[in-house]
């Protein structure tokens, strides 16, 4: 058995936004750090922990966790819809193991994953199919969330089964980290709102066109100071960061889902992915962050973050 992970930020901008070249060529300077990584380490399974925003998942039946037996992508920003190559035996058997460790996850042999779960792969491998990848869909946008203690727990299950394999295994934690882009929200949605919230699936191409649309009008408003959504909050990304590199991770059991919108923005709570990953990581023991890139990108609507971890 063998871990390695890597927890970034992912961001629909960053191919169909306009942020300066020179935060791009910044940002992919670390993603290149990351992909190197990715292939010294050469993993045969990839485990991702992903959320979603209102593309697969909606409030007709909205789980906590969800491990995929099957998946492909829905397309939003352009991102891959090429069916992931899941092993299933390998997912069924994951899943098993983390009920009976006492995490209730759900299951689905049809997940639909948006860019949040695509685009890490496109950019660490180059295609969703390069390497078998069971997906675990975090909800990280639909309240109410499960207190961040369960998510730990989430990962440590997930780690503890990982260890039992015989596999060289990559973990994946994206989103995050403070940002609060225009995902609609259900305590103030509009009647077109709550439809989507509800069951969004297979839009028209001028209803998605409409909604990505939003995401890159608020991107430039927001990088030029006008756009009204939360700014985003360094200090709080900072500190996150360095719980991720402390390996303690009891410590994200402080946070809470209220103070985390207030102080960081209501897609903050993406970073449950990365306490997943993390804490699957740190059940198989001590580890060790091996990079760590942080800047706060108003054209991404992120503070953008990129780490690699192995054992120690």
């Known amino acids: 058995m063998s871990l390695a992970l890597v927890c970034m930020s992912h961001s629909p901008l960053l191919e169909a936004g306009e942020p300066p ?26 485990v991702s922990f992903a959320p979603d925003h209102y593309n697969g998942f909606f409030y007709e039946l909205m789980p906590q966790f969800c491990i995929g037996y099957q998946a492909r992508g829905v397309g ?9 190559d899941v092993p299933a035996d390998a997912a069924a058997a994951l899943a098993a193991a983390v009920i009976e460790d006492g ?8 997940m639909r994953v948006d860019h949040g779960a695509v685009q890490p792969l496109e950019i660490l491998f180059g295609a969703v199919a390069a390497k078998p990848v069971i997906p675990v869909f975090v909800n990280s946008v639909a309240p109410p969330f499960t207190p ?13 089964h990982l260890s039992t394999l015989d596999q060289r295994v990559l973990l994946i934690g994206s989103g995050g980290l403070s940002h609060d882009p225009p995902v609609p929200q259900l305590s103030s949605a509009t009647e077109e709102q709550r439809t989507l919230l509800l069951n969004g699936r297979n839009p028209s191409p001028e209803a ?20 009204a959504i939360q700014d985003l909050n360094p200090a709080w990304d900072r500190e996150f960061l360095d719980v ?19 102080d960081a ?7 449950r992915t990365w306490i997943a990953a993390y804490s699957a990581l740190a059940a198989a023991g001590p580890y060790a ?3 760590a890139y942080y800047r706060a990108i108003p054209e991404l609507i992120a503070g953008f973050a990129v780490t690699t971890a192995l054992p120690a």
């Open 265 to 271: 923005g209501n897609s903050a709570h993406e970073v």
């Open 103 to 110: 995490v209730e996850a759900a299951v689905s042999l049809d």
């Open 21 to 46: 070249q020179e935060v791009v060529a910044d940002v992919e300077s670390a993603l290149a750090v990351a992909r190197s990584f990715v292939k010294e380490y050469d993993p045969e399974l990839v």
């Open 76 to 84: 939003d920003f352009g991102s891959d819809t090429d069916p992931y």
């Open 208 to 227: 998605r066109a409409r909604r990505e649309q939003r995401v890159k009008d608020a991107a430039v408003a927001f990088a030029r100071g006008e756009a």
């Open 289 to 291: 962050v091996t990079h």
């Open 244 to 262: 991720c590199a402390s390996g303690d991770t009891t410590a994200f059991d402080r946070y809470r889902a209220a103070n985390m919108a207030r």
């Open 148 to 160: 961040v203690k369960r998510v730990r727990m989430l990962g440590e299950a997930v780690g503890r």
